[in-house]
Structure formats: C-alpha cells, structure tokens
C-alpha cells in the first residue's frame, strides 16, 4: 500500500551548495539520501513529496558543512500480504515473470503464473499447456503478494500470485465468463 508519510531529519549541506536556497539545497540532499531508500518502517521509499519547514543550519566544526533540521513527506510502498497489485511484466525468465508495480518489482514464481502447467520459451514467454494462455514481457497484470522478505535490505523480495481467481494477465481477466448472481441463485434452488 501507498502511503504519504512526513519525516523529521537532520539534512547535511556541503558547502558546493551554499550557492542555492536552503530550500532548494536541503531538497537536493533530502532525495540524494530517501529516494530508492528501503527500510522495514518505511518500505520502499518511491519519492520525496514536498519540504516543509527548514530551520537555521549549525555549521560543525571541521566539517564546514552545515546541518539544517527539516520536515519532509515522502511518498513510500509498503507491501502487505495479501494485498492486490496491478503491473506490467518486466522480464520473464525459466523461473517466473519479474513485475514491475511502479518502481519496485515483484517477482511470479512459473508455478505462481497461472493455474496450468506452464512451458518457458526461449522467446521469453510462458505459456499454458491447456489454456493456451501466454504471458510475455509488457504484458499488463493483477497479482495478489505472497510473501515480503527485508532478509537482504540491499535486495528485499516480494512474492506475487496470479493463480488465484480473479488475478491475472488483464486480457484473460476481460475474457473470463461473467456469471451472475441469479444464475447461481437458481442453481442452489
């Protein structure tokens, strides 16, 4: 899930930036540290959203960098399990199909892809041995996530599925019969 979150920090500012605004170079060093940041508190950090206050900077004694205290948002993703996700099929290997959710890539073991037995060609494609269904890189998809490990933080893992109803790529999700409630109605009478 997306979340808005406002931060409080001390913001280091060489002093090859003191030809900016303190604003301007307090955002700088804010993005050059949060943006692509990951933590098990913050998930993945995605963007610095906006400055708020900066106030008067401390220059430190055999540094001559000064440090500003500054509030900030940023924008972050903390996966959750269970949680539905749509993206687009980054790459496809002999192991499963890496997803792309906007930024962060999540990863769809082949067992994971569909519910079928699935066949990796070498055209980077994955495809189902009796639905005939394939999927292949750019394709658009809705996917369920497994399971989250911040075990490597330089590399953390989400696990996605698609084999559960209603997931998928979103063109076997348009073509899926539609049954309606009155159908199912009659049928328990």
């Known amino acids: 899930m997306f979340y808005k979150i406002k931060v409080k920090d001390h913001v280091r500012v060489p002093p090859k930036m003191f030809n900016l605004s303190k604003k301007e170079a307090v955002l700088n060093n804010i993005k050059s540290s949060y943006e692509h940041f990951v933590s098990k508190e ?6 610095v959203i906006d400055v708020g ?19 900030f948002e940023l924008l972050t993703f903390r996966p959750e399990l269970n949680e539905l ?5 980054r790459d496809i290997t002999d192991f499963g199909a890496f997803v792309d959710m906007g930024g962060i890539d999540g990863m769809v073991h082949i067992s994971q892809s569909m519910d079928d037995y699935v066949s990796f060609s070498k055209e980077k494609v994955l495809q189902g041995k009796k639905t005939g269904q394939s999927l292949k890189v750019g394709d ?10 911040y075990k490597d933080m330089g590399n953390p893992k989400i696990g996605l599925t698609m084999r559960q109803e209603g997931l998928g790529k979103l063109e076997w999700l348009e073509q899926a019969p539609v049954v309606k409630a009155e159908s199912k109605k009659e049928e328990k009478e």
């Open 53 to 71: 206050e900066v106030k008067e900077g401390v220059i430190v004694a055999g540094d001559g960098a000064a440090f500003y205290e500054a509030d």
């Open 140 to 149: 658009k998809c809705k996917a369920r996530i497994i399971a989250v490990s």
């Open 85 to 89: 996700v749509y993206g687009t099929v």
């Open 42 to 47: 913050l998930g993945f950090v995605v963007n």
